[in-house]
């Protein structure tokens, strides 16, 4: 969310009782902050149907589009690393000033090189104010490397990935990065095996929405052209619906109330036509949506 006017159009809708789904804002530090801070808004504020989330940054491109800031060069256009948006400085500056705030941190981070400095940033807010439930989060996390992963094992990030990129945009990705690069590429298997927190994300509209699609991606690594992109990184069925479900609402303070269908838990869930985890994780697309249930109330019905 950019402007007041934004924020207050989601307020209204839900005052109507016209969201349709539940609302955890991003609020991009640059516009929104100092505004909320003045007024003691802060990660968390609001109710189950719209609640301020994460202030966030962008720091670099895509992967696909080669501008997603890498600390060597693209294989494939020699001289091109990539852009950053912010410097190490300023990314230090925000962070710091939006934790001290009480915001949870989020970031786009895609390349190695803006990972490492989102990293950084993070690192150097937490030694100024210490948190140990900070849940601060890296939006794609996408091109790591084995000092990547260590960092965010040890400062408790949250990856938010999101597997139909893999489907969508693997072939390029495959053209940009190397071998032992596409290697740590959203690297799900690694974040599990490692204890990091990895959600299922779907970045829409850059990629397509569907869960079903998210889903296969995440267990198979299949591209649309039908390569695999580090198969080896592959996750469970089990494990690919935690990331969309608890995973989910842990990344936004929420796993007490929704993630997982249990007594006393939010009534959101989906009805599909099969059982995601008995068919091959290749066909899951074929499965419908039968039924999709907020708040105890039936949104949809095919």
């Known amino acids: 969310i950019r402007t007041s006017d934004e924020f207050a159009a989601y307020q209204e809708l839900a005052a109507a009782g016209e969201l349709p789904v539940r609302v955890y804002t991003m609020m991009l530090i640059d516009d929104t902050l100092d505004a909320l801070a003045a ?7 609001g109710d189950h149907w719209l609640r301020i989330g ?3 940054l962008f720091q670099d491109g895509s992967g696909g589009g080669r501008t997603a800031a890498m ?3 693209y294989v494939n256009d020699p001289g091109n690393r990539g852009i950053t948006i912010y410097s190490q400085e300023e990314l230090n500056e925000r962070f710091g000033r939006a934790h001290a705030a009480g915001f949870q941190l989020a970031a786009h981070a895609i390349g190695d090189r803006a990972i490492t400095m989102i990293l950084d940033a993070y690192e150097a807010a937490l030694n100024a104010a210490p948190k ?3 849940r601060f989060r890296i939006e794609h996390c996408g091109m790591c490397t084995p000092e ?6 040890r400062l408790a990030m949250i990856a938010v990935p999101q597997p139909n990129f893999i489907h969508e945009l693997g072939d390029s990705y495959l053209r940009n990065f190397t071998p032992e690069q596409i290697a740590l590429a959203y690297p799900n298997r690694t974040w599990f095996d490692r204890g990091i927190v990895a959600v299922g994300s779907s970045d829409v509209p850059v990629v397509d929405c569907d869960v079903r699609t998210n889903l296969r991606s995440a267990v198979t690594r299949l591209t649309v052209t039908g390569q695999r992109m580090a198969a080896e990184q592959g996750v469970t069925i089990a ?3 935690r990331m969309f479900t608890l995973h989910g609402a842990y990344a936004s303070f929420a796993e007490r109330d929704k993630g997982t269908i249990t007594p006393g838990k939010l009534a959101d869930l989906v ?3 099969g059982d995601p985890r008995a068919i091959p994780a290749e066909d899951l697309p074929s499965l419908a949506v039968e039924m999709t249930v907020i708040d105890g109330r039936i949104a949809y019905e095919a």
Do not use: N
């Open 54 to 56: 994460p202030a966030k």
């Open 71 to 73: 600390s060597v060069d």
């Open 239 to 241: 494990e690919a619906l």
């Open 132 to 134: 140990a439930d900070h």
């Open 271 to 273: 009805v599909l036509s």
């Open 148 to 153: 990547i992963i260590d960092r965010l094992a």
């Open 39 to 45: 007024l003691g808004m802060r990660t968390g504020w």
